[in-house]
């Protein structure tokens, strides 16, 4: 289960009555969600599947790090996005002295 139920599931999502709803309220509720109508014995399945594979994942608790590539620890850093800001404005620069003004048009 790679993609979004959304797009993996549609008919489940048409039904579900709380489309917004998150992995976490999920977990809160065991699984029980509420569908604007009763389930098939096929969809049903498929539902339980989905509530299987969200619980059979490892949630653990541990920081979170924002990874951007920039550097050779490639974490975010008041550095990189500076060096980052950098780059672009002196990009902007050599547009503007070479006479090409397409960055403001688009």
């Known amino acids: ?3 979004p139920i959304c797009i993996e599931h549609p008919v489940l999502y048409d039904f579900a009555k709380n489309k917004l709803i ?3 309220e999920m977990l809160t509720r065991n699984g029980r969600l509420n569908f604007s109508r009763w389930l098939p014995p096929s ?3 498929d539902w339980m599947r989905i509530v299987e594979m969200t619980f059979s994942f490892n949630f653990e608790a541990r920081d ?3 990874s951007n590539g920039v550097g050779a ?3 975010f850093s008041p550095r990189n996005v500076y060096i980052i800001i950098c ?3 002196v990009r902007i620069i050599i547009s503007i002295t070479s006479g090409s003004q ?3 048009t688009k």
Do not use: H, I, S
């Open 1 to 3: 289960m790679g993609k």
């Open 22 to 24: 998150t992995v976490q």
């Open 43 to 45: 969809l049903f399945e």
């Open 64 to 66: 979170d790090f924002v």
């Open 73 to 75: 620890v490639k974490r």
């Open 87 to 89: 780059l672009v404005l």
């Open 102 to 104: 397409n960055y403001l």
